[in-house]
């Protein structure tokens, strides 16, 4: 596996906290890298020092075996949450300008196709949707075709669909052998898109991982859902059942098992659903809190 970024030992103190502690670790080339965590995880933290915004207290950011310097910036892409974009210019003048910025730059109409930009080229920056506006950051970001692309939570605040279409332009990205690395609230943005995820809380990485694999680590099992009025109160004593949000939660490996034992309880089955772990779940696991509370 060829790296990109290397994290070593990095640490951030501001006074008495260390907002990043000891946070170690290896960006891969191309594919797509999560850094995910609850509120005060330390991610933009651990981000802005991969980018060269701020500096570490004390550790290394390496570019490629470099340590990181003023040059990352040509070769980096960062879409920003909130870009200042000029009053008064279309999308097309924003493209124009910001290209203005750079040497190297991508030609501007395989941008707009990446980006899906061409229906609203023409239009004032101001007056784009929700969804627009991303599509546009992201060309922004993309507009001097660098290697690494950061996006820092770029689907928060838009509607499903507009999430949707904003994942398949990040595949798109990830096709051309860019690396993406991704801040996201969106447990299943992370599965979507991420190979490889390391989860943050309290400034220290507490699990990393391919997703898939995370999930075979932590969940051998299968949850079976019933609502908990349907089920005798001594028989999820014994079994240690667990109950959620007014239903009986049963982890179990055994699915058959399971339903022949509810079966023969004469447990009724009609409202039963069975669902996999999913990242959610493993959020839920490694912080005791879901990702957007
Ligand atoms: N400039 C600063 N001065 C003091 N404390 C800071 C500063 N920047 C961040 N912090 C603190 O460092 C911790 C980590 O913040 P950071 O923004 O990296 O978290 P995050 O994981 O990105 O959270 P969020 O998901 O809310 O953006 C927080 O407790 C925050 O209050």
């Not at 993309?142 to 605040?157: A, C, H, R, S, W």
């Not at 309290?202 to 099992?221: C, D, T």
Request: charged share 20%; glycine share 6%; with cysteine.
């Amino acid at each position: 596996m060829q790296s990109i970024i290397e994290v070593q030992h990095l640490v951030k103190s501001y006074q008495q906290l260390n907002a990043v502690n000891d946070v170690s670790f290896t960006i891969p080339k191309g594919g797509c890298f999560g850094l995910l965590g609850p509120n005060g995880a330390g991610k933009t933290t651990t981000i802005e020092i991969m980018e060269g915004i701020i500096s570490a207290s004390s550790g290394n950011v390496l570019y490629k075996g470099q340590a990181v310097n003023e040059h990352i910036a040509h070769e980096i892409g960062i879409q920003f949450q909130h870009t200042a974009l000029q009053d008064f210019l279309t999308v097309k003048e924003t493209l124009d300008l910001f290209a203005s910025f750079y040497q190297k730059t991508l030609p501007q109409q395989q941008l707009i196709e990446l980006c899906d930009l061409s229906e609203f080229l023409d239009r004032d920056s101001r007056l784009l949707s929700g969804g627009q506006r991303q599509r546009l950051l992201l060309a922004l970001a993309l507009i001097n075709d660098p290697e690494v692309v950061f996006l820092d939570e770029p689907t928060t605040g838009l509607d499903p669909q507009a999430r949707r279409n904003f994942w398949q332009l990040i595949k798109n990205i990830k096709s051309q052998n860019k690396t993406v690395i991704l801040t996201t609230h969106y447990m299943d943005e992370a599965e979507q898109l991420c190979d490889y995820i390391v989860v943050m809380d309290h400034g220290k990485i507490i699990e990393q991982g391919e997703p898939e694999l995370l999930l075979k680590k932590h969940f051998g099992h299968v949850f079976i859902y019933l609502p908990v009025e349907q089920v005798p109160d001594d028989l999820v004593t014994q079994n240690g059942w667990r109950i959620q949000d007014e239903q009986i939660e049963i982890e179990t490996d055994n699915v058959e098992q399971t339903i022949s034992l509810l079966i023969k309880e004469q447990v009724p089955l009609d409202a039963l659903h069975v669902k996999s772990a999913n990242l959610d779940d493993l959020f839920l696991k490694l912080t005791g809190h879901s990702l957007r509370e």
